[in-house]
């Protein structure tokens, strides 16, 4: 509701209505662009310029739809722009030696619950996981478990097929639950 | 680990890393709007001066084009170039199409959710033709690239156009011929990269006869339309060519195509004579620097008639059947004999490490089966910190343990030893396909000593029945082929439950197709336009007969065009869905008392 209120008072040109939506939004669009860029002030600018494309195509936003979705789909978008210009996209060769042992156990197609159980991870290993991803990829971590997209809703957002999303998701999951696993223990 | 874990990690950590409290966009956002408002006037006066540069800019590019036109119209060469002008895509003036009805209800099954049953392996049987061609006589070995070309070239009736060496990281896929037609479409796999599973490139070569323009797979085919400000002329050897990057695809929920060069698709189309070529390459995202404009020109430029064949080594990562695995490993591995449908054995690989094998099924690797000698598994370690439901299960009277988990990617897995060996069958839920615990315990039951492969070449008409048998339909055939048609192929819909039947004309170029299904799916008359429908009797049943086609116009809609070479008939008969489509040069010269005669004539 407090959303749907914010709206209309852009819509009417009262800048105080942003203010409401940037107090909401601010972190969790940051932190969702740390996630994709690596660089707290990078992530800082795109949610910054994304709050201002806000107000810029506050009259293409439909009311009737929930305000997130559309408003991280500008940030995920934004900053998937970025991570192209950047061609910041780590390869297994790139990481450190105890990540890129891990990265390749990772990308083992199949699990090993019995090996699983004597894995000892830590939460660093996540992120790193989620950094050896290609930046789309990433992103799509971040859309499915950070903003709780649906596939269907990512798939429109990231403007790819569903197919093209579950299958990135597929081998995304693959590596995260087999470290949410082992961290686990 | 599910979602919500996934999540809280994840929020836990980017608030360690940023604390929300330390995040304060408001008084930069503000500055910036407020910065914003006073640049829009200078914006403005930079906008029309940029206009100004605009309409100068268009009027210049006019002059220059009437100046070439000129040249073109009036010179002696102008005027051959200009008589020459050849034109392959099918261009539309604009970067969307309306997609029709009909063509959009195939597009929403996918989320859906289902039980795939089990089909018997099926081993082609080798047609007299394929056995006479030396060195193909065994099924298997027909399955060579060497065998398939050298009956794709007898069918056909002349020489195809190949590679001169097939290069070594490359994977033949499939050669598919259509006679009526007269095209080979040869499928390789290329670019490989194990991110996980494996990632590649796909590459089709389509060679035919003929004005490609007038093909009907580029004459009404909405996504190989090309908008046309995208083709580039090109040339390869001699020979006059089109180059586009980018294709038309659907956004989910949208009923329009959109073009795109997200997906980095490439098409390179030429003729000589009177035979055309195309290639189509989808590259591997997850790579840098695979083939693009001038690398693709360049291997079509060196393709020849006669390759040379070489005896390639065995690839322990991709072994095309389970005697190479069997080779590789010294394992007497064991193969289902029971599969989910549309899953066939996709290829084999060795760990030499672990000496093991794993023989991994379907198109997007959803069911693998590890073998490997060694000490019965422990069943005993818990896995319930794993999310995994598990119980002891029996197969075949041995103990064997069973684990699933219901997360947003569902998997299951099944842990046995038999006789020395110990297997794993994992399997991974993609896009709602779902086999129980009975089913996985079925196929781990069913696996044998057997020499299954992959298959490069369309379906045989005695698989049909093991179709019919899962998919519980009892399909209608024709006793007798009608004259003029033979059977080229047959799939199972599962979504719908239908088995489609497909004949092609062997007097003029045209497609029947059969589809008989246990389901409503796949029967909507009404995204037909009214007019268009007609009620005909089939026996004493009510039917429905429709003449004509959406087409792509050039404006990117879809239109119905009553002239255009298909008709169809639908109908209900024994518990069936009926329909019956009869497309191509033959749809324009058949009736529909031979449509009528075609559904009738079905027992």
Known sequence: ?185 | MNKKNIQSILKDEMEKEIPSSQVRLWPAVKASLVAGKKKSNKQEEKKNTTKLRRILRAAFAILITIVLLTLAFVTPQGRAWAQEVVRFFMRINSTTIQLSDEQLKWMNAIDEKIDLPLVPVFIPTVSPEMAAISGCETPQKSQAYRCQVALAESKLGFDLKELPEKPNDWEFKSLYVNTDLKIAVMSYDLDFKDIGFNSYSSLRFTQGVGDFSNTSWNENNPWGAVPADKVESVFVGAYKGEYVKGRFGLRPGNNVLTWSEEFKDQRLVWSEGMRWYLIEFSPNLNITGTMGKDQLIHLVESLVSSPIEKNEPLNPDRMLSISEAEKISGLDLKAPTLLPMDMDFSYARYFPDEQQVRLIYGSNEDLIIREWKGDPINFKKPLGAYEFTCETVNTSGDDAYYCSRETATPSSFLWWHKDGLNYQMYYDQLLGWQIDKEKMISIAESMQDMDDFRKKSERDYEQIVLYEQALEIDAKKFLEVPTGWIFTNFWGDIYAQCIDLIYSSTVEQGTLSINQCKTDKRSDTSVFPFGSIQRVKVENTKGYYIVGDFITTEDGKQVWDPTAPRKQLYWQEDGLWMHLSLSGDKALVSSKDELVLYAEILK
């Open chain 1, 1 to 185: 509701m407090e959303d749907r209120i914010a709206i209309t008072r852009i819509k009417q040109g009262d800048l105080n209505g942003l203010e409401t939506l940037v107090d909401q939004y601010q972190a969790r669009a940051v932190h969702a662009v740390y996630l994709i860029l690596y660089d707290r002030a990078l992530a800082e600018d795109v949610a910054q310029s994304a709050f201002v494309k806000v107000v810029e195509r506050i009259h293409q936003f439909d009311e009737e739809h929930p305000f997130a979705p559309w408003f991280f789909r500008i940030v995920v978008n934004d900053a998937l722009k970025i991570a192209a210009s950047q061609k910041r996209n780590l390869s297994l060769d790139d990481l450190d030696e105890p990540t890129a042992q891990l990265a390749e156990w990772l990308t083992d197609p199949g699990l090993k619950p019995e090996q699983l159980l004597e894995q000892k991870q830590t939460r660093e290993n996540i992120l790193n996981a989620i950094r050896s991803l290609p930046p789309e990829q990433r992103a799509v971590i971040v859309m499915r478990y950070y903003l709780e997209m649906s596939e269907a809703d990512m798939s429109t957002k990231m403007e790819r097929p569903l197919s093209t999303i579950k299958w990135w998701l597929r081998d995304a999951r693959k590596r995260l639950y087999n470290l949410m696993n082992s961290q686990g223990r």
